[in-house]
């Protein structure tokens, strides 16, 4: 597609569910972030995912979340068993994956956990 | 550790009234500053990219100049469309991320 796409935009869950984020990258893109924003916060890394490569797993905030990368294109990030702290708007972006070169983000997913 | 850090958190100007945002930054190897727009309830819109120091960036009333310390967001005549909050985020040399600032929030009044 033209630009990032992700569903669901908005998801209200029950604490202690399990909720799954999708992310379609720009068509091409090898390089695939998620980021997590807060309300007036800053965007907080999670994780990474570049080719075939091992992902980037360093942001990730505790086990109970979890991130794949199918056929190096499509990505789920999922949570499970989601607390209150969880609520928040959570980003994908996607780069070409050339060094240095900017993401494009889309639009988030807001998760709101009650 | 590496970090970003924006000022002022909050701006507010009257149309027509130039400023500009800062933005600092301590990374060890930086390979790309870059400045986003974000509007409420929207991701992140790419601006610019500045690699060196000196180097420059121009579109429209917005214009990005970067040295080796940090980068400036000059924003001439501002017009009430271009109240949004400005994020800056730099990669280091790992690349396997950007940090972001938490952004300075811009209100043009009319």
Wanted: with cysteine; glycine share 10%.
């Amino acid at each position: 597609g033209a630009g990032v796409s992700q569903s669901p935009s908005n998801k209200v869950t029950e604490k202690g569910k399990d909720v799954e984020l999708r992310c379609d990258p720009i068509s091409g893109h090898t390089a695939l972030y998620w980021y997590r924003q807060s309300l007036g916060q800053g965007l907080e890394f999670l994780i990474y995912f570049q080719g075939n490569s091992a992902p980037d797993k360093s942001g990730l905030p505790s086990d109970r979340f979890s991130a794949e990368r199918t056929g190096g294109s499509v990505s789920t990030l999922t949570i499970q068993r989601t607390q209150q702290e969880d609520s928040a708007v959570y980003l994908c972006a996607s780069s070409s994956g050339r060094q240095n070169t900017e993401a494009f983000f889309g639009q988030g997913t807001r998760l709101t956990v009650v | 550790e590496d970090q970003v850090t924006q000022s002022p958190e909050a701006l507010r100007l009257q149309e027509g009234e130039s400023s500009s945002l800062n933005c600092s930054y301590t990374v060890s190897g930086l390979r790309g500053l870059f400045w986003y727009r974000q509007d409420p309830g929207k991701g992140p819109e790419f601006l610019f990219t500045l690699y060196s120091a000196g180097e420059e960036k121009e579109k429209e009333r917005l214009k990005a100049t970067l040295t080796k310390k940090e980068s400036f967001l000059h924003i001439t005549a501002p017009k009430p469309e271009d109240s949004a909050t400005y994020l800056c985020a730099v990669r280091a040399y790992n690349f396997n991320k950007f940090y972001f600032g938490s952004g300075t929030k811009l209100n043009v009044k009319p």
